[in-house]
Structure formats: structure tokens, C-alpha cells
């Protein structure tokens, strides 16, 4: 690589690093081998890796895309379709929560293209709207996947999130698990083995069987 080249892939990032630490993030880091910069979002517990190639050579690409990873939308009318509710045993900061199932609680994050922020209860007063608005509106903005077809003995059925789907979160709506008893032949079950894997069978299959921790206890 020549120097040239270099010196420009060094300036870039430090530009991005420069516009994360003023908007709050103190443990952004450059790596030069992949060209890349890591850091996580006020609010959030997942690093982002930002990839630098797309940038260089356009700076208002720059700030619009750090704008976008870390701006909560200041008026309602903007939020209100980008937020999504998730289920969580526990959240970074003091976001917004209500508790839904034992040991699990309901949260509420602006869904961005790359990275989510957690709501906290101070922007119900910046946005001038109730947590149980705020709470019902997430849950709107999923749409409920819908299976096809009847299944003609227990079967399991995966839901691999691409980190737009939300899967496990559509265990907080109202009816949506047991709406699924002919797909999978039986009284659904749900497995969240990981955040964005949400398993679903029948409450008598050998999954469930095999599964199941109290099942496990007495067997």
C-alpha cells in the first residue's frame, strides 16, 4: 500500500474517531489491518464495527451515517415508527422497561440500520408521550409473521433473526405464540436460546422433552 493511501486511510479514521468521542463514545478504536473502527453506542451492550472503505472520499456520507448510529429522533412523529420493543434480562444504563415474565423484562429501542438505542424514560417528556404509548406503538411496528400450512405431527420451527426481525420479541405479542399451534402441531412452546435465534415447538415433541430445564430436573 502506498503512503499516500495510507496517510488518507489514517486521516479518515481519524475523523470518525474525532466525531464519535464529541457525540459521547469513549471507547471507539481504530483498527488498521481490517480498516475498520469498533466501538459501542451510548445505550447499547453490542459493539459496531463500522467499515471504513465505503467512506473514504465522502465526508457527508461520514456524518450522516455517525448522525444516524447514534441520534435518538428529538420529536415523535419521527421515533414512533422506528422503534421496536425487545425482551431482555437485563439493559445497559436505565432504559425504559417493564417487567413481562419472571426474570425478563420488556424494553423499548430506536431500531437504526446499523446499531439500536434503548429509550429511556426521560424522552417520554421530549416526546411528550406516555410509556404505555411508547410501549404499544413498539409492538405495532412488528409485523407478526405468519406461517403457512399444518403441520402433521410436532415439528420445530426457527426463526433466525437478520437483525431486522425482531423474533424473539414477537413473543410480546398478544396471541401471536399460541396462533401457531397448526403449524407446529401441538400447544406452542418458545425457545430463545440466543438473542437472535427464537425456537418455537410443540409442547409434547421430543424437543420439548430434551429441552425443557424442569423437564430435565425431574427426568
Same mark, same amino acid.
Given at each position: 500500500? @502506498?503512503?499516500l493511501r495510507?496517510i488518507?486511510?489514517?486521516?479518515?479514521?481519524?475523523r470518525v474517531?474525532?466525531?464519535l468521542?464529541r457525540? @459521547?463514545v469513549r471507547? #471507539?478504536?481504530?483498527?488498521?489491518g481490517?480498516f475498520?473502527?469498533?466501538f459501542t453506542a451510548? *445505550?447499547?451492550?453490542?459493539?459496531i464495527?463500522l467499515?471504513?472503505?465505503?467512506?473514504? *472520499?465522502r465526508?457527508?456520507?461520514l456524518n450522516d451515517?455517525?448522525?444516524?448510529?447514534l441520534r435518538?429522533p428529538p420529536v415523535?412523529?419521527?421515533?414512533a415508527?422506528r422503534l421496536?420493543p425487545v425482551l431482555?434480562?437485563?439493559?445497559?444504563g436505565a432504559?425504559?422497561?417493564r417487567?413481562v415474565?419472571?426474570?425478563?423484562s420488556e424494553?423499548v429501542? =430506536?431500531?437504526?440500520?446499523d446499531?439500536?438505542?434503548?429509550?429511556?424514560a426521560a424522552q417520554?417528556?421530549?416526546w411528550k408521550t406516555?410509556?404505555?404509548?411508547?410501549?404499544?406503538t413498539?409492538?405495532a411496528?412488528l409485523?407478526g409473521?405468519v406461517?403457512?400450512?399444518?403441520?402433521s405431527?410436532?415439528?420445530?420451527?426457527?426463526f =433466525?433473526d437478520?437483525?431486522? #426481525?425482531?423474533?424473539?420479541?414477537?413473543?410480546?405479542?398478544?396471541?401471536?405464540?399460541p396462533?401457531?399451534?397448526?403449524?407446529?402441531? @401441538?400447544t406452542?412452546?418458545?425457545?430463545?436460546p440466543e438473542r *437472535?435465534t427464537?425456537?418455537?415447538t #410443540?409442547d409434547d415433541?421430543?424437543?420439548?422433552r430434551?429441552?425443557?430445564?424442569?423437564?430435565?430436573?425431574?427426568s
Open positions: 500500500m @502506498g503512503l495510507r488518507a486511510r489514517a486521516r479518515l479514521a481519524g474517531l474525532r466525531r468521542r457525540a @459521547g471507547d #471507539a478504536r481504530y483498527h488498521a481490517p475498520e473502527v469498533r451510548p *445505550g447499547d451492550d453490542e459493539p464495527i467499515p471504513l472503505t465505503p467512506l473514504l *472520499g465526508r457527508k456520507a451515517l455517525v448522525s444516524g448510529l435518538v415523535w412523529s419521527e421515533a415508527p421496536r431482555r434480562g437485563a439493559a445497559p432504559p425504559l422497561r417487567p415474565l419472571p426474570f425478563l424494553f429501542v =430506536v431500531d437504526q440500520p446499531t439500536m438505542t434503548y429509550v429511556t417520554t417528556t421530549g406516555s410509556a404505555d404509548e411508547i410501549f404499544a413498539a409492538r411496528n409485523t409473521a406461517l403457512h400450512g399444518t403441520a405431527g410436532p415439528v420445530v420451527v426457527r =433466525v437478520d437483525g431486522n #426481525a425482531y423474533w424473539t420479541s414477537h413473543l410480546l405479542l398478544p396471541g401471536w405464540l396462533r401457531l399451534s397448526g403449524q407446529v402441531g @401441538g406452542p412452546v418458545a425457545f430463545a *437472535g427464537l425456537l418455537v #410443540a415433541s421430543p424437543c420439548w430434551r429441552c425443557s430445564p424442569s423437564r430435565r430436573r425431574s
